[in-house]
Structure formats: C-alpha cells, structure tokens
C-alpha cells in the first residue's frame, strides 16, 4: 500500500472518522479529517497530527471537521428502522476502533472555530478544529550562506533549521517540538506546566541533536503585544552565561511563537558553530 | 430530497429508490452488461491490487471520467465500519459539499446520472468490501496490542530494507530490544498494567522514530528497528527518550549495521541478537 492509502485507513480507523481528504498545499500535506461529534477528552485532532506526520515528511496541517446532527435524518435499513448514524453518536462512534491511541485531552488543541449551523432544519452543524499546532516550515533566518555541511551532496543542501510542530501533552505534562534540518528530524522535549519557558527548553533541547554542546538556556520569555492579524507574537532571551541572544517571531500559538523565536535567536549560532564543526 | 440538491455544486444523488444500499446485503442488481463490465474490472481489481483504497478511488475516478462528471462521492454505512465517505479524488471537502453528511448512504454525482447508466448498490459494496478487505490486511500486518508491525511483517519489511541496501548502497541500522524487567511488571501489577506499559512504549516509538524508520514488536517483551541512516552512537539517546526516565522497565539492546557489519538478514539477526544479550549479561 501506499503511504497515503497507509494514512487514510489509520485515520479511518480512529474512532468516529468518516471521511479523509488530502491535498497539496504550498508543500505542505493538507489533510482534513471528518469525524462525527465528540465527548471531550478525545484528542482527535492530535491523534490525526501524529499519524500524518508519521506517514510524511512534509510539513503537515490536520483540519479536524467534526459533525453535529441538528436534526436526525431518516435512513433506511434493512429492518426499515432508522439508522444508527443519524442520533447523537458518542465519542467512540465508528465502530473502526481497534487502532492504539494515546489517551489524550483536548486542552492542547486549539479552539473550536464554529462555521455555524447551515441551513439548520435537518442538516448537521460542523465545527472545524484545524490542529496548525504543527503545521508549517518556519523560515527563521537565512543561513544559507553561513552553512555548507553537505558539500559532496549540493543538490540535498539544506542548512536552515526549521519548525515541524509544537505538540502539548497536558495528561503527561510534556511538550515536544520537532525540527528538522538537512532532512534529519529531531524532537525536543520539555515539562510542559513551564508555560513559554518549555517551548524555549524543548527547541533548545531539540537543537541539541544537531549540536550537543549548545549550552544557551532561557533567560526570559514574554508574549508581546501585536495586531490580530499576525497571531501570537512571543519574544524570548537566551543566554550562554556570556553573550544573551534574543529573538521574536510570530505563531498561531504562544508555544508555536515561542519556539518560532528560539529558532529566531538562535540559527545565526547554529548555522556558525555547524559550520565550524564541519571540515 | 432538498437535501440532496442542497449539495456542493449541484452533486445530487443517483438512484434514490432501487438503489438505496442495504447493510448485510450482499445482493448486487446488475442492470446492464455495462454495469456488467465496470463492475467486474473493479472486483479483478480488488482481488489484484495491495490497497482497496486505491481501487475505491480509481472507481470514483473512472465514474468521473466515463461519464464526464464534474464530481462523484460514495457513502457507505455498515456494521463493522461506519458512516464512510469517498470523494473522487481523495479531495479535501469544501464548505459546500457539507450536506452530503447529512444524506443516506449513496452515490452521489455532478450532474445526476440517469438510473440505468450505473449499479449505485455495487458501488456502495465494492467500497465496503475494500475497505474491510483493508482493515484485515492492515490487522495481518500488524500487532494487534501494540499496532506496531509484527513479527511476520518485521522479517518481509527487513528483507526489503536489506535488498534496497545491496542496490543503493543505502546503509540502515537494526536495532533489537528486550525489557529486562518485564515479567517482574507482570507479576507485581498483572497482566493489564504489562499491556498499558506495551501500549505506552509502542506510543512513545512512534513518537521518537523518524519518518522512514519501522518498529515492530517481534515478540513478548522484544521490539525491534529499521533505522535508515543511524549510526550506533546516536543509539543510547534514542533508547533513553523511548523508555523514559525513571522507567519502570529498563531495556537491553543490540544492533547491526547494514552492510558494513553484515548484509544478510540472517547474519544482521544474529549479530544484533547476540549484543543484545550481551548487553543483557553486563546489566545483569
């Protein structure tokens, strides 16, 4: 099987997903997820994230669609008796359940963006949770120049760091952040409950598989005031015990612009200390 | 049936009465030797192909070509998988294609086909049938704890791994753990609490391995890695983030590298299996 048909039939398989649709957007892998309505607590639209991401490595957005009956429609079965389908499903709806799912909460998802009841006699409402926790390739700084660590290989040179995904685990109180240089992904992870401060130490600790003796750690981290437009806008300080180093950058999140400026203050010295490492 | 022209685009769907699908009938109403033929190519097809997903959408694809459609979508709804919907294409829906939730199970088309011209009902179970035949190939392949592959899907994808390293001269790493302590687990918290920490080790795999790398649980308490492009050394921090500090069972392993430590499955195996329980040996 392909690695799409392997995704989609994973997604199908989790619990109350209907429908998956995927497309291609600026590089990036879309996939959108439509699930009937859940209880709290199913982190679907995480689920969904880890699986995408698992199976590709382009950045991935997940939009999570979920459908609320307004008025049950009348079905046909083989008995003539309504259909399962058309009342108010519970959370673990679709009988396609049996695959390993993390038992997760829904705090670390975004919130609900509610497009409304359509036309609300008789048809479902739908929310869509579009999970751009880890969406998009952050371009930080260019360092193209500065680096060459691939110098048999031009055609695969690939010297930014870049921003995979922010993921919050509130039951395990952990956050990730995944990054990726020169095609080589790395995770790094952090006591979540730390607020800004955790997404700095996780994307620290994530640059540290590219370069172990980076020994900044955060001096500070504050969400600046910005216009609505730009979303969360989150300066951090960082500090080697020498020369500090600030960066800023913008998110959809405070977590996602937090370590969105980590990467932000840091490349330029990375990109350097890569260089010097590499003959 | 406002519904139904309430659809995105004008999808509309085809054969609402004689064609509105049955749960558990395995009954297909064939209406012409057209419908003859399409329906049989799709079944020679399924029966051939790896993935009944893909023969679902080169069905949706072949419907939208054939009859020159600007759109088709397939709704199933059975015991065993749900409410499940195919869009040609594999598309994304848009916001106006959000009615077709609220219909029956059905074919749905741009424009409207007349009756005659497609069997909706053979459709409707061709998607069902794939995607069952999908979910127990899926479930073959995989161990069924864990979700992680298993055994016989581990030996088939090493294999592979190995074949692709002699033509590209690609090298990969194979990595085979053992929890030490496990049975200790089992006996002290039972048998439940030895799955949950299954569970959550396979959980944590997926979440430290990169894309491209495979896990698989080849045994009891013994998993084991394909790690494209990994050099031993970057192994025991790799090992330390999947099992977690302080862990409740702590873990051994071994490893080989393809092709400069060997480049037969047999040989890898052996070498690996045999640090692993070295490495056993010295924690004991």
């Known amino acids: 099987m392909s690695t799409l048909d392997d995704l989609e039939l994973e997604l199908r398989k989790l619990p109350g997903v209907r429908s998956a649709g995927f497309t291609e957007r600026d590089d990036m892998l879309f996939v959108q997820v439509h699930a009937a309505p859940s209880g709290p607590g199913s982190g679907l639209a995480l689920q969904a994230t880890r699986l995408a991401s698992r199976h590709t490595q382009q950045p991935v957005a997940v939009e999570l669609v979920r459908w609320h009956h307004a008025t049950p429609p009348a079905a046909p079965t083989p008995n003539g008796d309504s259909q399962e389908d058309t009342v108010e499903e519970p959370d673990t709806e679709s009988p396609i359940t049996d695959v390993a799912a993390p038992d997760l909460d829904d705090d670390d998802l975004p919130a609900l963006v509610d497009v409304g009841d359509r036309d609300a006699e008789d048809v479902e409402t739908v929310d869509r949770e579009t999970a751009k926790v880890d969406t998009r390739v952050v371009d930080t700084e260019d360092v193209d120049a500065a680096?060459?660590?691939?110098?048999?290989?031009?055609?695969?040179?690939?010297?930014?760091?870049?921003?995979?995904?922010?993921?919050?685990?509130?039951?395990?109180?952990?956050?990730?952040?995944?990054?990726?240089?020169?095609?080589?992904?790395?995770?790094?992870?952090?006591?979540?409950?730390?607020?800004?401060?955790?997404?700095?130490?996780?994307?620290?600790?994530?640059?540290?598989?590219?370069?172990?003796?980076?020994?900044?750690?955060?001096?500070?981290?504050?969400?600046?005031?910005?216009?609505?437009?730009?979303?969360r806008v989150v300066a951090v300080g960082l500090t080697d015990g020498r020369a500090p180093r600030h960066g800023i950058a913008a998110g959809d999140t405070d977590m996602e612009a937090a370590a969105r400026a980590t990467l932000d203050a840091l490349n330029r010295t990375l990109a350097l200390a890569l260089s010097a490492a590499t003959p | 049936m406002a519904r139904r022209m309430g659809l995105g685009r004008g999808l509309a769907a085809l054969l609402p009465e004689p064609l509105e699908h049955e749960a558990g009938n395995n009954a297909t109403p064939v209406s012409s030797n057209d419908v003859n033929e399409f329906g049989a190519a799709l079944v020679d097809e399924l029966a051939t192909q790896e993935s009944g997903l893909a023969v679902v959408y080169q069905a949706l694809d072949r419907l939208v070509e054939r009859f020159d459609l600007h759109d088709a979508a397939i709704v199933v709804d059975e015991p065993g998988l749900g409410r499940q919907v195919f869009c040609a294409g594999r598309r994304p829906l848009d916001e106006d294609d959000e009615l077709l939730f609220t219909l029956e199970p059905g074919v749905y088309t741009d424009p409207p086909l007349e009756t005659d011209e497609i069997d909706a009902s053979m459709l409707m179970n061709l998607c069902a049938v794939a995607l069952r035949l999908d979910l127990l190939r899926y479930d073959a392949w995989h161990d069924p704890l864990t979700a992680l592959y298993d055994r016989r899907s581990f030996d088939r994808l090493l294999e592979r791994a190995v074949s692709q390293s002699r033509r590209y001269d690609w090298n990969f790493t194979l990595v085979m753990l053992d929890l030490d302590n496990f049975k200790e687990l089992n006996d002290r918290e039972g048998h439940a609490a030895g799955d949950a920490f299954l569970r959550s080790l396979a959980e944590r795999f997926q979440r430290a391995l990169r894309f491209g790398d495979t896990a698989a649980r080849i045994g009891g308490d013994e998993f084991a890695l394909i790690l494209p492009d990994t050099e031993p050394d970057s192994l025991p921090k790799l090992i330390e983030r999947i099992v977690g500090e302080p862990a409740q069972v702590t873990v051994s392993y071994g490893f080989a590298v393809c092709p400069s430590e060997a480049d037969e499955v047999d040989r890898l195996f052996k070498l690996a299996d045999e640090r692993l329980y070295d490495a056993k040996g010295a924690r004991a």
């Open chain 1, 147 to 231: 680096v060459d660590l691939t110098s048999e290989a031009p055609a695969e040179r690939d010297t930014r760091v870049k921003l995979l995904a922010v993921l919050s685990f509130p039951d395990t109180d952990e956050i990730e952040v995944h990054v990726i240089l020169a095609g080589q992904r790395t995770i790094g992870r952090a006591v979540g409950s730390r607020g800004l401060i955790a997404a700095v130490d996780a994307t620290i600790d994530a640059l540290r598989a590219f370069l172990p003796g980076l020994v900044f750690s955060p001096a500070w981290a504050r969400e600046v005031d910005a216009a609505e437009e730009v979303g």
